[in-house]
């Protein structure tokens, strides 16, 4: 049996325009790794989008070779544009390998046209998958019928956190950052978040082992000094950031961290800047959302306004190194646009942020997964949402749309453009114009600049970018081929 995974997270839309993305998927890689532990011969293809056409099913082809039992997944994220995509390839292939099957995973929705898909996997759920494989039975995690598509039960924790062990065949290099996990599992309920794990008391945190062993060997084989983590709340508890600073004491090189921080935790708990230092955690994202009292107590998150512009002047002084931005969500209900307005004002005149954003609102309609739905998606009317139009966006193609609404101070069509004029107006006042990943990932690829400097580099990261893939591709596609 041998096993092919396809990913390419492809483009991202930043403020200014469109960028490469130079990270990979992890989770493509924690499928691989769960299949090779598991006898399976298996390898992944990233960037396939970029490869040329011909020369990628020739790879693949040639990979395959004459084995029976052929398995081709694609890892995607909850956007499901790229299933177009995804099809003519496998069409392709099929004409070869009739006896291929196919899998999708990654994506929390099913979307757009699945008939040439055997099984979708939705979620968290590398248990299925090496059940799938080995011919077991798989019908009791059973949701959809077309294609047929599987999930564990909700918030049930099957899994253990990613801390990919890349090889050398993988081809990675020193311009990619490597995603890794150290918990799974959000304490958390915010009323406007869908993610999976939420609400769980017990998140199940990482062993130092497998993380050290996955930064030393990222760093053994590639020279990747710098890490993304997944975890949807990096200092929800302080034991996180002490295994980050414990890890640093078994590796070495001194790795580099970014990742989504509560800032609202470290205004209760000021003492994690020093572990942040200690763990060389130098880039938040924090998702702030409001600076509203009656709001931050509605969505249950945010704590008191004035401990967080507190933390954020300590966070200046005391880790100045450190890359912070942060997220608003525009049309809350209790606000009010001089709130939004007064806050964001506040930011710029102290310079509180490196870079901030802001989003509107959006409740999210036609989901069929139930699961992913937040408590306002639910319930719109109890968090004070009176919805008026429904299914009215398609936003970002990721396959559901969104309900236009309206609420004690404004509604969605008013929200956008409120929106819009506060990101610009952040965007033209804050040191930098790129969100925490977007600058991560940029500085990793090229490195060496000022902030500022970066602000202007977009055409200097596409042409870098395109040398480094072109670069992976002629080494993945001679592994593939067999050449030496």
């Known amino acids: 049996m041998k096993l092919l995974v396809l990913s390419d997270l492809y483009i991202r839309g930043t403020r200014i325009g469109g960028a490469p993305n130079n990270n990979r998927p992890a989770g493509a890689y924690y499928i691989t790794q769960l299949a090779r532990e598991n006898g399976i011969d298996a390898t992944n293809i990233d960037y396939f989008m970029s490869w040329p056409r011909q020369l990628l099913i020739e790879s693949i082809l040639k990979w395959f070779d004459n084995e029976k039992e052929c398995h081709i997944g694609f890892s995607g994220s909850i956007d499901v544009s790229g299933l177009d995509a995804y099809k003519e390839i496998v069409l392709e292939l099929k004409k070869d390998l009739p006896q291929l099957k196919v899998m999708l995973g990654g994506f929390r929705e099913p979307g757009g046209d699945s008939s040439w898909v055997d099984i979708l996997l939705v979620g968290r759920c590398a248990n299925i998958f090496l059940d799938y494989l080995q011919g077991k039975d798989i019908s009791q995690y059973k949701v959809y019928d077309n294609p047929p598509g599987y999930k564990n039960p909700h918030g049930v924790i099957t899994d253990k956190p990613v801390t990919p062990v890349i090889s050398k065949d993988d081809f990675w290099c020193n311009q990619e950052p490597l995603t890794i996990e150290l918990s799974l599992g959000c304490k958390f309920n915010c009323s406007f978040c869908g993610y999976d794990y939420r609400n769980n008391k017990n998140p199940q945190i990482a062993k130092l082992e497998d993380v050290v062993e996955s930064l030393q060997t ?6 990747i000094t710098r890490f993304f983590l997944a975890d949807d709340t990096i200092n929800e508890v302080d034991d996180k950031l002490e295994l980050l600073c414990e890890a640093q004491k078994h590796v070495s090189f001194t790795p580099e961290f970014m990742s989504f921080v509560r800032l609202d935790i470290m205004g209760a708990k000021p003492h994690q800047i020093d572990l942040m230092k200690e763990c060389n955690l130098t880039s938040h994202f924090y998702g702030i959302e409001s600076l509203t009292p009656e709001v931050t107590k509605l969505i249950r998150k945010g704590g008191k306004p004035e401990k967080n512009y507190e933390i954020l002047r300590r966070v200046k002084n005391e880790f100045p190194e450190a890359f912070t931005f942060g997220n608003l969500i525009v049309g809350l209900a209790g606000d009010s646009e001089k709130n939004v307005l007064e806050s964001c004002k506040k930011l710029v005149d102290e310079q509180l942020l490196t ?15 139930d699961e992913i739905k937040s408590e306002i998606d639910k319930n719109p009317a109890k968090f004070g949402y009176n919805i008026i139009a429904t299914d009215t966006i398609d936003w970002d193609n990721i396959g559901y749309g969104s309900d236009a609404w309206e609420t004690d101070w404004t509604d969605s069509y008013k929200v956008e453009k409120l929106s819009n004029a506060i990101d610009e107006y952040l965007g033209e006042n804050l040191e930098s114009v790129f969100t925490a990943h977007e600058m991560f990932s940029f500085s990793t690829l090229v490195p060496g600049y000022s902030i500022s400097e970066y602000n202007s580099m977009l055409p200097v990261f596409r042409k870098e970018h395109t040398r480094m893939v072109k670069k992976y591709i002629k080494k ?4 593939l081929l067999g050449d030496k």
């Open 355 to 369: 870079s901030g954003g802001c989003n509107a609102l959006r409740i999210y309609s036609n989901i069929t997964n």
């Open 476 to 479: 993945k596609s001679q592994f």
């Open 218 to 223: 990222a760093y053994d084989v590639a020279g």
